[in-house]
């Protein structure tokens, strides 16, 4: 049995999933070791393989959050992920929209895209749903 955890987590605690039934049909990807996830190397990889692919249109959805804010209508599902040394959540479902997030994150923070405070604190934190296993 499992049940879901609503609970607002920060988008640095997501973890983009690697393995995500969308990369089957690209030729660049190659499966990663789920021990893996969490480095570095691993995530900007997943966010460059999205921003890259126009099948995943991440451009057109960050284009969207920028203009409209982001719209939480279905929340995103995570589950807890043991391997990082410090406690993340792995991305099951809404990995475009994490992943739309993090490159606004990361482009204002380089200093190449400008937000209000008020859309940084707005794209920081969002609603998530963790799914939990009931024990028996």
Known sequence: MMRFVPRTLGVQDLLLHPN???FLDNP???KKLATKYHH???QETTLRMLERGHQYQLPALRDSILAN???PMERVIVVG???APVRKYL???GNRRVAALKAIIRDANEG???ITPQQERDFS???CAILERLKK
């Open 81 to 83: 992920y043991e391997h």
């Open 112 to 114: 190449s895209l400008s």
């Open 91 to 93: 991305v099951v479902e």
């Open 20 to 22: 995500n039934y969308r």
């Open 69 to 71: 804010g982001y719209v």
């Open 40 to 42: 570095d190397i691993v």
């Open 28 to 30: 660049e990807y190659k």
């Open 125 to 127: 934190k969002i609603p």
